[in-house]
């Protein structure tokens, strides 16, 4: 690199390091304050160590020396410090990402790709046919699914702390050193970093699903209610635009989802009540802001009758606003918002059982029966706005809060029911044996299932009378989909959208599920020999390698089941599959999984094809890499020619939630990159192979087989493996961080097949191993190649023009680069057994070595991260900070398992693992 370039780079990355080193500052400061010189002087020691390691000026023995038996009342405030120092150094490179973001568009430089003004110039060029768009654009929807699947370790204190910092540090950087607004600033910094000192970072007791549904509601009044609505009137805007003729999204494309408190899939927590606290948790949300809207709108409408014409809808409304005629008697538009507020006041009075903040109480109103009719009156204003010149006032609070009851509607989010195969099963097995239909319905052959199920759809009578006498299971899950029903009926059929059934493997499983849906009262079986029809969508879930494989197969003889088509028919021909990735990474490994779901989209989409239904594709994504996480711009053109038909769901889990959209600008960025990369892989040629695709399909079909087949050799055939697990990681403590009310495993197990993914990822995440994220793959890619220079350049040519092995390739690099097998070594040495311990560990760091080569030799450059600068800056500035609380987590299970059982030991590991997954940033 040129001296003018180096100088260039510090340049730009100046701001970066004078707001950690400010922030850095001001933390130490607290900390010799509030702990003294003797604790503050340690951390120091450790950091400047911890740099020095970086910079290999010393050991990694010499951080670990220096750790070794340090005292526990000294060990936490150093464990502490070093995660607030991660914390803030989050902090400051979310602020110079967005200050550099500033910078390009300041200079006037094309936009960057997963930006809709980019995408806007690809479809521009592309010069698309109205008609095919308008095909492609049927039923449009882009759903992030916000899940309570836990690796968010930060409470909401030290959230709402962190949020603070950030906008005093924005505001910081309006000012010079020497304007008195900066001392204020800074002062009021420190305030907020000595709160956070003051703070526990852990929480003493685990989260209830009530709080959990709190916590992810909470997204909404932050970002999500004003950032939602903007991007759904932009977008529908630029695509009419583009094509006036095409009646394009009649819908807003934007509609969020959620699971918290509808997915019951190994939580005991979700009951018939949670069901229905969350679904008015949520609406009350919804109708708390459109009354608050309403009341500024109130404020500024004060247009006067002698001096505007209003039209007679809007008079209409205005005549019944106040019971004193003559309260604003001149001002018709306050009058009909009035009216709105009282009716939307005695609407959800009615749907949440008691009256709302900001309502009204002083006329009687009825209830509006649909969101759409009070779009229909709101719409009646805007209409008489525009008609008398004051389209520029329409276009203001009035036209966000049309564009938000368009979207959120009274429910705000649709909440996904799930559960599990197993738990249908025996479920409906026992209703069948209750209902004298079947005594023995578990031992049916699955031909004869079906049969049976079929039947039962067809008919109008329920299996159940008032007083049957069910199991506390069966009982609990008939309750829940009875509760379902009454928050359809309450919300609107949107409330409830999607019933998901984990670990499907056949037509039976979803047919259960439809029994269940119609014993509950929300699937009708139709008038004799009529069509049945169900609002909520039936939604198999393949999850593991093989029912990935068998996923087309499952859909299509489902299809053939009249019933099933039936239902699938009244819902416009629209079929959801989710596609899971943890437990497809678990079982087979990174590359084999990441291929098998690839596989298993071209074999959907091909049935979509053949059977004339609309595919939507649901990605139960993670965090981490290893369950499926990364940029979802690019993993959205990585996906499939025909996967992504204008659709698309994915869930949004754990600290990834709050790094994406607890902030606006950042929320912005994220909900319009999934718009952007829909947009382009459903309008766009993104796939990149023309006439290769078979040939390119067959050598991913080789590399999958081999990378599984050296991953199940590591995890599925090597003897001692979980034990080794077991040792090497802090797995058996994850469970005591209490960040989520879901118990770490499905069964009470020791198998690696019932160890739920969070806990296996977060595991070796910890232990800086990332094993999911990347074994297997080395071992595949080499042996594929096996030393041919022309099946090298083969894989070369493959990264290069396909985005699916590019990605996957990248998202690889980024968990390589976060991995550090000499931290894990230490981790390595907590194994009692030397033999186990030198020949696991042995496979893990030559598989490590391995990998890293053939991802240097196909992609050129040995940088992990050559293609993504922002993530190695990032590396480099916080990872310092990782050495010592990876060094410290490692002393402290020692003493655990030494027989050191102390509360303060035990929190003090707790305490290590909430700061590296801070540092991390994705590590669940």
């Excluded at 609406?283 to 505007?308: C, H, I, P, T, W």
């Excluded at 059929?493 to 039976?508: D, G, H, K, L, Q």
């Excluded at 902030?663 to 960025?669: D, G």
């Excluded at 102390?902 to 540092?919: D, F, P, Q, Y």
Aim: charged share 25%; net charge negative; aromatic share 6%.
């Amino acid at each position: 690199m040129t001296e003018a370039r180096i100088e260039t780079a510090q340049d730009a990355t100046r701001p970066l390091r004078d707001d950690i080193r400010f922030l850095g500052g001001v933390l130490g400061d607290t900390i010799r304050d509030h702990e003294g010189p003797e604790v503050f002087d340690l951390i120091e020691r450790v950091r400047v160590e911890a740099f020095r390691v970086r910079r290999e000026e010393v050991e990694r023995s010499a951080v670990a020396e220096m750790l070794e038996d340090v005292d526990i009342a000294v060990a936490l405030p150093l464990i502490r410090a070093f995660s607030y120092f991660v914390l803030l150094a989050n902090l400051a490179e979310d602020i110079q990402r967005d200050r550099r973001r500033a910078v390009h568009v300041g200079a006037g430089e094309p936009p960057q790709d997963s930006s809709l003004a980019a995408t806007y110039g690809k479809l521009d060029a592309a010069a698309l046919d109205a008609d095919r768009v308008a095909d492609l654009l049927t039923d449009a929807l882009v759903s992030p699914v916000i899940t309570a699947h836990p690796t968010e370790t930060r409470r909401r204190t030290v959230f709402d702390g962190q949020t603070a910092i950030t906008d005093l540090m924005r505001r910081r950087q309006r000012y010079t050193d020497a304007e008195p607004e900066r001392a204020a600033i800074d002062l009021d910094i420190r305030r907020q970093v000595l709160s956070l000192w003051r703070t526990a970072l852990i929480r003493l007791a685990r989260l209830r699903i009530q709080d959990e549904i709190a916590v992810g509601l909470r997204y909404y009044e932050l970002t999500l209610f004003d950032v939602i609505p903007a991007i759904n009137a932009e977008v529908r805007a630029a695509l009419r635009a583009r094509w006036p003729d095409a009646g394009l999204l009649p819908r807003p494309i934007l509609r969020p989802g959620s699971w918290i408190g509808g997915d019951r899939d190994g939580n005991p927590y979700v009951t018939a009540d949670v069901v229905r606290h969350a679904a008015r948790q949520a609406a009350a949300v919804a109708f708390g802001r459109y009354l608050r809207e309403l009341v500024e709108l109130e404020k500024s409408l004060a247009q006067s009758a002698r001096l505007v014409t209003v039209t007679p809808e809007v008079a209409a409304l205005a005549e019944a606003g106040y019971p004193d005629p003559a309260t604003f008697a001149d001002e018709p538009y306050r009058r009909a918002l009035h009216r709105i507020r009282a009716r939307l006041t005695a609407t959800a009075t009615a749907a949440l059982g008691a009256p709302p903040a900001d309502g009204v109480t002083d006329i009687a109103a009825e209830p509006y029966p649909t969101p759409q009719s009070v779009l229909d009156d709101l719409d009646a204003i805007d209409a008489s706005l525009r008609a008398t010149g004051d389209g520029l006032i329409a276009d203001d609070r009035l036209a966000a809060l049309r564009h938000a009851l368009e979207t959120f509607g009274f429910h705000l989010q649709g909440l996904d029911m799930r559960q599990n195969s197993e738990v249908h099963e025996q479920v409906v097995a026992e209703l069948l044996a209750w209902a004298g239909v079947h005594a023995d319905y578990a031992n049916l052959s699955e031909a004869e299932r079906v049969e049976l199920l079929a039947a039962e759809l067809r008919t109008r009578r329920p299996l159940l009378g008032a007083n049957a006498r069910l199991s506390e299971l069966a009982a609990k899950e008939v309750g829940i989909v009875r509760a379902a029903k009454e928050v359809v009926d309450t919300f609107g059929e949107e409330a409830v959208p999607n019933y998901i059934i984990s670990m499907c493997t056949s037509v039976s499983d979803m047919l259960e599920a439809a029994l269940l849906l119609k014993e509950g009262g929300l699937l009708d079986p139709g008038a004799p020999e009529g069509a049945a029809r169900c609002p909520v969508n039936i939604v198999p879930l393949f999850e593991t390698i093989e029912d990935l494989g068998a996923g087309a197969a499952t859909l299509s003889a489902a299809l053939e089941v009249p019933v099933y088509r039936d239902l699938v028919s009244a819902n416009g021909m629209r079929q959801e599959v989710m596609l899971g990735y943890s437990d497809s990474n678990k079982d087979g490994g990174y590359l084999a999984a990441n291929w098998a779901l690839y596989r298993a989209e071209l074999d959907l989409v091909e049935v979509a094809r053949k059977t004339g239904i609309r595919l939507r594709l649901f990605h139960g994504r993670g965090g981490t890499v290893g369950r499926g996480g990364g940029r979802s711009y690019d993993a959205i053109l990585a996906q499939p020619a025909g996967a992504v038909r204008g659709s698309l769901r994915l869930t949004e889990q754990g600290e990834v939630i709050a790094a994406k959209y607890a902030e606006s600008r950042a929320a912005h960025r994220n909900l319009e990159s999934l718009i952007a990369g829909t947009l382009e892989s459903t309008l766009l040629d993104v796939e990149g192979l023309g006439p290769d695709a078979e040939p390119s399909y067959e050598l991913m079909d080789d590399l999958a087989a081999r990378a599984r087949a050296a991953y199940a050799r590591l995890v599925h055939e090597t003897p001692g493996f979980v034990a080794y697990f077991r040792q090497s990681t802090p797995v058996a403590e994850v469970g005591d961080l209490n960040i989520g009310s879901r118990p770490a495993s499905r069964k009470p197990t020791n198998s690696v097949a019932d160890l739920r993914a969070i806990p296996w990822v977060m595991s070796w995440s910890q232990a800086r191993v990332m094993l999911p994220g990347w074994y297997g793959t080395g071992t595949a890619l080499e042996e594929w190649v096996g030393g041919d220079p022309g099946r090298l350049a083969t894989l070369t040519d493959l990264y290069h023009r396909w985005p699916f092995f590019r990605t996957v390739l990248s998202n690889m690099a980024q968990v390589l680069a976060k991995s550090d097998l000499d931290i894990a070594a230490r981790y390595a040495d907590l194994v009692t057994d030397q033999a186990l311990r030198d020949n696991i560990f042995g496979m893990i760091r030559d598989e490590h070595a391995r990998t890293l080569r053939m991802h240097a030799a196909i992609t050129g450059n040995p940088e992990l991260l050559a293609d993504n600068p922002s993530l190695a800056e990032s590396i480099h500035n916080r990872f310092p900070y990782l050495e010592p609380l990876n060094q410290m987590q490692v002393e402290l299970l020692r003493r655990l398992r030494s027989g050191d059982d102390s509360e303060l030991v035990k929190r003090g590991i707790l305490l290590t693992m909430n700061g590296l997954a801070t540092a991390l940033r994705n590590s669940g």
